[in-house]
């Protein structure tokens, strides 16, 4: 299975150091990410925003690994890419970017096999808003960072996410109210759930949108 991975999605996953529980989780086999990644100072200026200023060397040290160990997403998944018409749609929607543009033209060109993994609520919401038709035909090939949550939790267990988690959880909106002073499974279940974007009504995504 191939996994293509926007720069959102990775970040929490590191921050939360729970990037190869995903990789593993999901089924992924041939995980890609997006050049950003590669950058130090883009990296620490996310993490700057996600969790206020720091160093934040450790997260830097395994955002690094992560991006000697997987690839850019390869040339012959993007070549001509600029020429598909799912390319120009996306590009014209406000709130997806032109990393995630370059994912989900990837996906609607031949989603077979792959599967798109955004942690950004506003793609996630615009694409569902704009391409509804596409959207229908795509969605099960697209995981949040709410469903990745979900299947770390099946196969590595609640305990396992607070461990590694607790002290970064700020990372994200949804996994902050996720993840109570006091953790209690039901209620990070229920939570995950409730603030998937992928599978949320309109009315909750947008309230999702609010806790990003």
């Known amino acids: 299975m191939i ?104 996906l609607m060109r031949s989603p077979g096999g792959k599967l798109l993994l955004s942690g950004d609520k506003r793609f996630i919401k615009a694409f569902r808003d704009a391409l509804p038709g596409e959207w229908d035909k795509l969605s099960s090939y697209i995981i949040s960072f709410e469903m990745c949550l979900e299947a770390i939790e099946a196969k590595y267990g609640f305990d396992h996410i607070v461990a590694n988690a607790m002290a970064v959880k700020h990372c994200d909106g949804t996994l902050s109210i996720a993840i109570q002073p006091e953790p209690n499974r039901e209620h990070f279940v229920d939570c995950i759930s409730s603030f998937n974007p992928c599978r949320a009504v309109v009315t909750v995504v947008e309230t999702v949108v609010v806790v990003e």
């Open 3 to 106: 996994g293509l991975f926007d720069s959102d999605v990775l970040i929490k996953l590191c921050c939360c150091n729970l990037w190869w529980e995903a990789i593993d989780a999901l089924g992924i086999s041939h995980p890609y990410r997006l050049a950003p990644t590669s950058s130090a100072r883009w990296v620490k200026g996310k993490l700057d925003r996600k969790l206020g200023k720091g160093d934040h060397a450790e997260i830097m040290s395994r955002i690094e690994g992560v991006a000697r160990e997987v690839p850019v997403i390869a040339d012959e998944l993007t070549e001509g890419l600029e020429s598909d018409e799912g390319f120009k749609v996306l590009r014209e929607i406000a709130d997806i970017d032109d990393g995630e543009n370059i994912l989900a033209a990837v």
